[in-house]
């Protein structure tokens, strides 16, 4: 059944200058008609330039999060974000194992914009076990790709290929693989591959210049989790999300928030 507007649940970190995390995923999932729901797993000191703090919710607290919103709000699907350490996502995959929603997509948040860890080394191990094998869709950047398979940088598209077959193996053989190539150097595009063991799906678009793309990860995955309940199926769904996201990079200088790496414009549609 497909649902216009879909309740979907964001579970992620909270970044106070809105580019990012839970707020940009809120602001993502509003702009494409559905109904943000989040919990909170973080609260960060950060801002345009970099993250200062971080001071994890207690993964207990995490859990009742969940569980309440669940017994109470029918959960279209789910976008995961920052987790910061082991013990959350076992915390987070245990409940999501329970709800079993539809559909979970997975953004293995491990470096801020700005170079900053968002996730303990321990953590990326319990990620691969826990949380990949869960999600309907993962969708890491080049250096997230590279770190969860353990291998070298991935430069040239053989590579890239290469890896999002050795991620969806990694996930279990079954589900979607989103690797975003927009981190791949000499380019004057931004090509993304979409890959579920038979299909290598891709998706360009022509490269934008701007310093402002704080937080595309997040939008992207949001995007994505906005669209899949409302999609035929899920290319299309990765289509939809890639226009949206590119996009929201054009626009990105039209706004003017902060001194460093700005956010994308989540509201370029509804801002005239």
């Excluded at 968002?118 to 691969?128: E, G, I, S």
């Excluded at 250096?143 to 969860?148: I, M, N, T, V």
């Excluded at 053989?158 to 150097?185: F, I, P, R, S, T």
């Excluded at 090509?191 to 490269?207: P, Q």
């Amino acid at each position: 059944m497909q649902i216009k507007h879909p309740n979907v649940l964001s579970i992620a970190g909270v970044d106070p200058s809105g580019g990012a995390g839970l707020l940009a995923d809120v602001k993502t999932i509003s702009s494409l008609g559905g109904y943000a729901t989040g919990v909170v797993t973080a609260a960060t000191a950060q801002n345009t330039q970099g993250v200062f703090g971080v001071i994890p919710i207690p993964t207990d607290f995490v859990k009742k999060q969940i569980d309440v919103l669940f017994e109470d709000v029918r959960i279209d699907s789910v976008k995961i974000g920052m987790l910061f350490d082991s013990n959350l996502i076992k915390g987070v995959a245990e409940r999501l194992r329970y709800w079993n929603p539809r559909y979970i997509v997975l953004d293995p948040v491990m470096v801020a914009k700005s170079g900053d860890a968002l996730l303990t080394d321990d953590a990326v191990a319990t990620l691969r076990d826990e949380l990949l094998p869960l999600a309907t869709v993962i969708t890491p950047n080049l250096p997230e790709a590279a770190r969860l398979l353990e291998s070298v940088d991935i430069t040239d598209d053989e590579q890239m290929e290469a890896a999002a077959n050795d991620l969806w193996k990694l996930k279990g053989c079954h589900g979607w693989v989103y690797l975003k190539g927009g981190h791949m150097e000499g380019v004057d595009y931004s090509e993304d591959l979409l890959y579920d063991g038979r299909h290598m799906i891709r998706y360009r678009a022509e490269r934008t210049m701007t310093k402002n793309t704080h937080g595309t990860g997040c939008a992207l995955s949001s995007a994505l989790a906005t669209l899949l309940p409302s999609s035929t199926d899920i290319p299309m769904a990765a289509r939809e999300a890639k226009r949206y996201i590119t996009q929201a990079i054009i626009h990105a200088d039209e706004l003017q928030i902060g001194k460093g790496h700005g956010p994308v414009h989540h509201f370029y549609a509804q801002w005239y």
